[in-house]
């Protein structure tokens, strides 16, 4: 049995021309100029004195809070197949790449929460957790995208995970920890969120970090290879696919989207079922799993079923399952999630081969 530590004193941020191989050019430019915009407002307030003056009445409990914030930048989190709210911060133990982990249904992950508020995509939502156990465990996973693998193979290799070589893209992301489960799964993965520099930044080093970490696991080879192709892409809902087709080398449209507590405000519903037409394949798998939050209306939120009726899709709903809130206080609906699956047609009806 083999030992490895990741590193989790460094929380610093990674520089950009470390994360530069997880964006495109386009991307990698933007930021660029966002992180020297940053740099030239922070120049501007030491210049000022700024800085000495809000440290006068900076009190020594703001303090604190915000060294135990920079020194806990760097989160992890486990699927696990009996807790449905996984296990955190794993990372502050030793971990092993021994031959029980090549066959757990148990996924480690490394994320990064942006700063950025936009979104609410500064909290790991019970959505994100709940339909990352489902990828990670091989035998759940291949019941939720059955009707993709039944189109897609004949026959199954249950030696493998159903994920591994799929093309995956996930909206509205936040940390990405659905996205970084499936990259440790061996899935080709785009991650995007909203225009955000900081948040697409964040989400670069979550591929980084994973990356790395894989490499320290000594991890397939497969899933190696398809793990360096992962990549961060800004997306807006509704707009223009195509940096988010062109961030895989086939332009290809994808196998698996998942879009985690999405659609919590009716009047985005249409443009993200808009976004999930243009980008999933014609066999492809959309889940959209979601908790009822009471910024609306129960019945408005649960219109994304009727919406995607109407859109062509066939529409699905899963089993839910409660987890615990994010946040203490929420209620326990807030916790309990919904899924909803996307099809484009019913094609699970057919029968799997298994070997």
Sequence with gaps: MVTYHTDTKDHAPIQLSTLSKWVSPSVLAWLQAAEATKIARQAEIDEDDLTYTAALFQS????????????????SWKTSVDNPDGEFNWLDNEHTNDAADENSCEVRVIYIISDST??????????????????????????????????????????????????????????????WTAMRCGARVVCTDQAVP?????????????????????????????????????????????????SL?????????????????????????????????????????????????????WKIVDRAKQMGFVVEVLEPMQLTPSVIGMADKQGLVQTVRLTRQLSHKNQLVVE
């Design 249 to 301: 080398d086939n332009n290809e449209k994808f196998d698996v989207v998942v879009a985690a507590d999405c659609c919590y405000m009716p009047l985005l519903q249409t443009k993200l079922l808009q976004s999930i037409d243009m980008l999933m394949s014609q066999e492809g798998v959309a889940l959209v799993p979601f908790a009822l939050h009471g910024n609306a209306s129960d019945e408005d939120v």
């Design 118 to 179: 936009e979104g609410h995509g500064n909290t790991l939502w019970p959505s994100s957790r709940h339909v990352s156990n489902l990828l990670a465990n091989k035998h759940s996973c291949s019941d939720v995208l059955s009707p993709l693998l039944q189109q897609k193979k004949k026959v199954i290799d249950t030696t493998k995970h159903p994920l591994l070589g799929l093309s995956f893209v996930e909206f509205g992301a936040g940390a990405g920890v659905p996205s």
């Design 60 to 75: 020594e409990a703001d303090k604190q809070e915000e060294l135990e914030l920079q020194q806990n930048r760097v989160q």
């Design 198 to 246: 900081d948040r697409i930044r964040c989400i670069a080093e979550c591929a980084e970090r994973n990356n790395k970490d894989l490499e320290l696991l000594q991890s397939d080879g497969d899933i190696l290879k398809n793990a360096s192709l992962a990549r961060a892409c800004p997306y807006n809902w509704g707009e223009c696919i195509d940096e988010v087709t062109s």
